[in-house]
């Protein structure tokens, strides 16, 4: 390429933030979007933008593709067998704001309007419309499905934490919710709903269990599903 690499992608940058001031769009999904557009390209030159401007994300046709089906089957048992847990509620805003989980897990009660089936969303630091104060938050709606299951969340499982201000949504008798007691609560989840696709499975072909055995379990973390779900949206697009 004529320019240097790290130039180039200093430019897509600051095209990034510049789109996320004008639409109030979350910087990360218009960086992605991006590389959605570079990774078709016929140029590997031009892959490789896209591969060193987001490399955290990898290739968008590589292993993530690979495991949508098995995540999205884990967003059915959890619609399913869990509706309303801490977990479902959290993959539900997950799946519709299109949120890292670390956005997700910081997320208050009050930045929630379950009347107005929205909710606001923080914009990373990392990035210069956030860090100078330009776009701070975000507002992402909601579908009636969520709401639903935040509605049960908030109403039979979430713990109150009156001592702990501002009140966080996602939480723990201990305060809010750690990143460690989500990726084991996805543990768990993700172990029940490969029996639950078993089972699913066995009813519908009418095969016996030594026939379906055999499977490796997939575990998903919730950084695995939001990949999933940023996947899709681009395919989508």
């Not at 956030?130 to 992402?140: E, H, I, K, M, P």
């Not at 490796?216 to 996947?231: A, E, G, L, Y």
Request: proline share 4%; charged share 25%; glycine share 6%.
């Amino acid at each position: 390429m004529n320019h240097n690499l790290g130039t180039v992608c200093g430019h897509l940058y600051c095209l990034t933030n510049f789109l996320a001031f004008l639409t109030k769009e979350d910087p990360t999904i218009l960086r992605l979007q991006i590389v959605a557009s570079l990774d078709e390209q016929p140029s590997s030159d031009i892959r490789s933008v896209g591969a060193r401007f987001a490399p955290s994300f990898g290739s968008l046709d590589g292993p993530i593709r690979d495991f949508r089906h098995s995540a999205q089957s884990l967003v059915r048992y959890l619609r399913e067998r869990e509706f309303g847990t801490r977990k479902h509620a959290f993959v539900e805003l997950l799946c519709d704001t299109k949120a890292r989980p670390g956005q997700i897990r910081e997320l208050d009660r009050s930045e929630l309007n379950l009347q107005e089936k929205t909710v606001s969303v923080g914009i990373s630091n990392s990035y210069i419309v956030s860090s100078v104060g330009l776009l701070n938050q975000r507002t992402a709606e909601l579908s009636e499905g969520t709401v639903d299951a935040l509605r049960t969340y908030i109403e039979h499982e979430r713990k109150a934490v009156p001592d702990t201000k501002p009140a966080p949504l996602f939480t723990t008798s201990h305060g809010r919710v750690s990143a460690a007691a989500l990726r084991q609560s996805f543990k768990v989840a993700s172990e029940a709903a490969n029996d639950y696709s078993h089972f699913r499975k066995r009813q519908d072909s009418g095969l016996h269990d030594e026939q379906l055995s055999g499977r490796r379990v997939q575990i998903f973390t919730p950084t695995d599903v939001w990949h999933s779900v940023i996947s899709s949206t681009l395919d989508s697009e």
